[in-house]
C-alpha cells in the first residue's frame, strides 16, 4: 500500500467556527472563570441525564476526587472497581488511603462482570465504580441491586458514555452519581474538564463546597453587581471548578454531540465491514443487554502476533492509535502496596495484551477508516507463509 504523507491521530477535537465564536465572545463578556456558561453547561447535563443535580468540574480525576472525599472513603475502607479502567480511578482510592478491590472484566466487551463485582463487595465496601467502557454502558442493574442489598453508592465512570443510554435511559440516569470527562479526546471536549451528576441533594451542596475551596457562595454572585464579598469556611475544599471559557466551548459541543457521535456510529460501522472476516483479529463485541453507545473508542484485540509490534507496524504507516487500558492491577506501585499479582484477573489480563484503540474521531474521513482497514490486513497477511 502506498504510506500517506500526514500522520492519522488516534482521536482529534471537532472544533469550528462556532467553538471559537463562543470562546472569543466569552473573553469579551469580562468574566471568564466559573459563571453564567458553567451554570448554562450543568443544565445541559441535567436535562441530557435525567440527574436532578449537575457539577461541573476541572476533570473527570477530579470530579473522583470529590466525589470518593464527599462521601467520607479514607483508610480501612474498601472501593470495588475493574481493573480495566484508567488508573486515574484507582489512584484517587489509593490517594484517600483506601483499597481498591479488583474485579475481572469481560474479555469480549471489555465490561466489568456484575456477578464478580456483587462477590467483591465485603463490609468495608464503601462504593462500587463501574465503566461505560469504550462508551458502551456497563450492566449496571446486577451491580446496583448488589450495591442497594449492601447500602452502597454505585459512581458510574461515564468518562466515555456521553450519549450512552443503557435500558432506554441515559448513563448517568438510573439514580447513581456519574462523572463524566471533557478531555480533547472524548466525546464532547472543553479542553480539560469534567461534570458529576447526582441524584443526591446534600451530595450535590457538598460536591459545590468541596470544589471551590469551601467557600459557599460562588464567586459570580460574590463579585457581581449587588453581591457582598464576604465569605466563611466551615470545612477546607479544593480548587477544582471549571471555568467559563471552557464551559463555553462545553455549550457548543453539547449542541453537537448527536452529530458526532453518530458519525463515530457511522464510521465503527465502517471499520466493522472493513476488517470482517480478518484472521488474527477480534472486532468490539457488543454487550447483550439494550443499550445505545456512544462509540467513544473503536477497541480491537490483536490474537496472531504481539501487539506492540502490530502497533509499531502502524506506527510506519502513519497511523497513531491508543491503548485503553493496561489493567490496573498490574501496575507497579498497584502491585507494591497492594500485593496484586498476574493470574488473578484472567479475562482483562489477556484483553490487557492484546488491545488497541484504532483512531476514531468525527473528523475523520471515510477513506482514513479504509486505510486503517487496508493497513491492517497488510500486516496480519505478511505474518502468513
Ligand atoms: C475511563 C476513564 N475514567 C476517567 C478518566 C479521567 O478523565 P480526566 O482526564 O477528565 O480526568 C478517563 C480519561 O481518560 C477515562 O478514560
Known amino acids: 500500500m502506498d504510506i500517506r504523507k500526514e500522520f492519522l491521530p488516534l482521536s482529534r477535537p471537532e472544533l469550528d467556527d462556532e467553538e471559537i465564536d463562543a470562546v472569543a465572545a466569552c473573553l469579551r463578556s469580562g468574566w471568564i472563570t466559573s459563571g453564567p456558561k458553567v451554570a448554562e453547561l450543568e443544565e445541559r447535563f441535567r ?44 489512584n484517587q482510592i489509593a490517594l484517600r488511603g483506601a483499597r481498591p478491590v479488583f474485579v475481572d472484566s469481560d474479555y469480549a466487551t471489555l465490561q466489568v462482570l456484575p456477578g464478580e463485582a456483587a462477590r467483591a463487595i465485603t463490609r468495608r465496601t464503601r462504593a462500587v465504580i463501574p465503566v461505560h467502557f469504550a462508551g458502551a454502558p456497563a450492566d449496571l442493574d446486577p451491580i446496583r441491586d448488589a450495591a442497594d442489598r449492601a447500602g452502597i453508592p454505585v459512581i458510574e465512570d461515564a468518562a466515555h458514555a456521553v450519549g450512552t443510554s443503557y435500558r432506554g435511559k441515559p448513563a448517568g440516569g438510573h439514580g447513581n452519581t456519574a462523572i463524566y470527562s471533557f478531555h480533547p479526546i472524548k466525546n464532547i471536549t472543553t479542553g480539560e474538564g469534567g461534570m458529576v451528576t447526582c441524584f443526591d441533594g446534600e451530595l450535590a451542596k457538598r460536591l ?35 471555568t467559563d471559557l471552557q464551559a463555553a466551548l462545553g455549550v457548543v459541543q453539547m449542541g453537537k454531540v448527536t452529530r458526532m457521535n453518530a458519525r463515530r456510529a457511522a464510521l465503527a460501522a465502517r471499520y ?18 439494550p443499550h445505545e453507545p456512544s462509540w467513544h473508542l ?16 502502524l506506527a510506519d504507516r502513519n497511523i497513531g492509535v491508543g491503548l485503553h487500558f493496561p489493567p490496573c492491577h498490574l501496575l507497579t506501585y498497584v502491585r507494591q502496596r497492594f500485593g496484586t499479582k498476574e493470574g488473578e484477573l484472567p479475562g482483562c489480563e489477556r ?35
Open 208 to 242: 459545590r463546597l468541596l470544589r471551590f475551596h469551601g467557600i459557599e457562595r460562588d464567586a459570580w454572585k460574590r463579585y457581581g453587581k449587588g453581591g457582598t464579598p464576604q465569605y466563611d469556611i466551615r470545612e477546607p475544599g479544593y480548587k477544582y471548578n471549571l
Open 47 to 90: 436535562s441530557l441525564t435525567g440527574a436532578p443535580h449537575a457539577v461541573a468540574v476541572a476533570s473527570a480525576t477530579a470530579g473522583m476526587h470529590l466525589v470518593l472525599a464527599a462521601l467520607g472513603v479514607g483508610a480501612g475502607d474498601e472501593v470495588v472497581t475493574p481493573s480495566m479502567t484508567f488508573a486515574s480511578t484507582v
Open 298 to 313: 473503536f477497541i480491537v484485540k490483536v490474537t496472531s502476533m504481539d501487539r506492540d509490534a502490530f502497533i509499531g507496524r
Open 351 to 385: 484483553a490487557g495484551a492484546r488491545i488497541l484503540s484504532l483512531p476514531l474521531f468525527p473528523g475523520m474521513a471515510d477513506g482514513d477508516v479504509d486505510y486503517v482497514c487496508a493497513a491492517v490486513r497488510e500486516i496480519l497477511s505478511e505474518r502468513r507463509p
Open 272 to 289: 466493522r465491514d472493513g476488517l470482517a472476516g480478518v484472521a488474527g483479529i477480534d472486532l468490539p463485541a457488543s454487550p447483550p443487554y
